[in-house]
């Protein structure tokens, strides 16, 4: 049974479209004490010794299970660092839904920093589902500032995708993976500021074996006077492919700064870079409004389609 | 029944104001497939764009149905029931085909409804309902589905601008298919189509001819057709060419 109440169960549904308890392996985490867990025979999720996070197990040749590890703060005021590590054995094929969701109603900051460490095994695959979601009216600020790392063996393959579309006031994201022979990394992140909201991402990513291969992109959208700063940089260490993409759309008075940058350290990798910034088209809004929307609805459509 | 009561449209050019529509006067009767035609250069998607609210007229009225919309918006326009098929549609990153009929349709429709706009086309449906409308389809393909938009919204008034511009040999067939099945169909709607192309004139009930701003003819396709054939209002660019050059 999980000990949970109305806001941090409506959080639960906002980042990991949970209504109830999942199948498979969980953990839940609400300001900052676990509240439910479950492992299966294959996945094992052990508290940490020290108390500042847990370690995940997944053993060889696990098919079709999920993990989920949400995490829900609704207290004003509660600053937590919390280290997770995940062990996917060899040969498996896995979903991990983590994801976090603040409700602040009070007058102090509440932050969360998850560090999440992955360890993929040979021939693994991973599908690593990350939702951030803020919410409530206190003056308190809600702050996410996430590290994934990523460590991927022979052969293994990751898809990242990562949103974070409402109510963070401030996260610094960072993205660290190292691949080795015929590793390939998917990265798929959706990002939408409003008001002042900062967000910060980061990523390097070392492609280090042949074979290996990245695509990294960037979906966002910076409204009033938010502010994003998307760096992004692949390292081809190897015959490798690397891509990474920067897409965004600004409007009012938001700014962003996008830095896609590429490393070749071998003659053989294969890397390329795209960045675009810009407003909505004029012409996308007159011709969402002749077929009958206001400039507003249209506007709504157009970011929701960007951002699906 | 739409009507244009003198209206006029000038821009403003490197030289100052430019007369792009001159005091046009003309009705358009309702039920009707009635294709604008005409030069280049001649007023015929500025004209369009008046009548859909993408241009603002700087002189005249408007009249759609008995209500006077001079100074109704592109939306308020589309909600009368005028819709408009751009000669360059735009694309969408992430609305796919299925987002895009929905949102024309104004509601929820199922797929198998989006599927027949699409099948009505000429796409196969499954192969395009799930695709985004953005660079990755041809020029061919996006102006079909931007066809689709204006099938889907059951429109009083549909306007295609230069449908065929774009469209390749074989594409072409089947639009002027597609065309023939609107104008057969028992939907009550009238359709303008700007065209220069003689197989799309071939099937109008009425031509109107546009040139330097202006109407220079109206009438029924039997009597206009053969007056324009292999003339100067057919042929387009070339007759502006020569013209230049007798003025020169």
Redesign the interface.
């Known amino acids: 049974m999980l000990k949970m109440d109305a806001i941090q169960m409506q959080l639960i549904r906002e980042i990991a479209d949970l209504h109830d308890v999942p199948e498979g392996a969980y953990n839940f985490r609400a300001n900052g004490e676990s509240v439910g867990r479950n492992t299966t025979a294959n996945i094992d999720i052990k508290s940490k010794i020290e108390g500042s996070g847990i370690d995940i197990r997944i053993k060889d040749g696990t098919k079709n299970e999920s993990v989920h590890i949400p995490v829900v703060l609704s207290e004003s005021g509660l600053k937590e660092t919390v280290y997770n590590d995940f062990f996917i054995g060899e040969n498996c094929d896995v979903l991990i839904v983590a994801g976090c969701g603040i409700d602040n109603c009070g007058q102090q900051d509440s932050e969360h920093d998850g560090i999440h460490r992955f360890y993929v095994g040979k021939n693994s695959k991973v599908r690593y589902v990350e939702k951030h979601y803020g919410s409530g009216d206190g003056n308190g600020k809600r702050i996410l500032n996430p590290v994934t790392e990523v460590y991927m063996e022979e052969g293994s393959t990751m898809e990242m995708e990562m949103a974070q579309i409402k109510g963070v006031d401030s996260t610094e994201r960072a993205t660290v993976a190292e691949l080795k022979k015929d590793a390939k990394l998917v990265v798929r992140e959706r990002l939408m500021t409003h008001g002042s909201q900062t967000a910060i991402s980061t990523y390097k990513v070392s492609l280090n074996e042949d074979g290996s291969s990245a695509d990294v992109v960037s ?1 966002s959208v910076a409204r009033d006077t938010s502010y994003q700063k998307f760096d992004a940089c692949i390292i081809g260490n190897a015959a490798c492919s690397g891509h990474t993409e920067c ?1 965004s759309i600004i409007m009012d008075k938001g700014r962003i700064l996008a830095l896609p940058a590429l490393e070749a350290n071998s003659v053989d990798a294969a890397l390329v870079h795209e960045a675009a910034i810009g407003k909505i ?1 004029g ?2 809004l ?10 507003s609805e249209a506007e709504e ?2 970011i ?5 | 029944m739409l009507e244009l009561k003198n209206v006029s449209f000038d821009a403003q050019g490197d030289n100052g104001k430019v007369e792009i529509v001159r005091d046009i006067s003309l009705t358009v009767p309702d039920n009707k497939f009635i294709v604008i035609t005409g030069p280049n250069g001649g007023g015929k998607s500025t004209l369009a764009k008046l009548i859909a609210g993408i241009e603002k007229n700087t002189a005249g009225k408007i009249i759609f149905n008995g209500e006077d919309i001079t100074e109704k918006n592109i939306t308020e326009r589309a909600r009368l029931g005028i819709g408009f098929a751009f000669q360059q549609p735009v694309r969408f990153k992430g609305l796919t085909v299925l987002d895009l009929l929905r949102i024309a349709a104004g509601k929820p429709i199922k797929i198998d409804k989006a599927c027949e706009y699409l099948s009505e086309v000429g796409l196969c449906a499954k192969d395009y309902i799930n695709r985004e409308v953005n660079a990755s389809l041809s020029g061919g393909e996006l102006k079909r589905i931007e066809i689709a938009t204006v099938l889907a919204r059951d429109v009083k008034l549909a306007l295609f601008d230069e449908p065929e511009a774009g469209i390749d040999l074989w594409s072409f067939k089947n639009l002027i298919r597609i065309f023939e099945n609107m104008q057969q169909s028992d939907k009550q709607r009238t359709i303008v189509v700007i065209s220069h192309q003689e197989r799309i004139l071939n099937i109008a009930d009425e031509i109107i001819v546009l040139a330097e701003g202006k109407v220079v003819k109206q009438g029924s396709k039997e009597e206009i057709l053969p007056e324009i054939i292999g003339t100067k209002y057919a042929a387009g660019a070339c007759y502006k060419l020569e013209g230049a050059e007798e003025n020169a």
Request: charged fraction near 25%; proline fraction near 0%.
């Open positions: 979906r897409d088209a012409e996308q007159i011709k969402l409004m002749t077929l009958g929307l206001t400039e459509q157009i929701n389609g960007f951002l699906k």
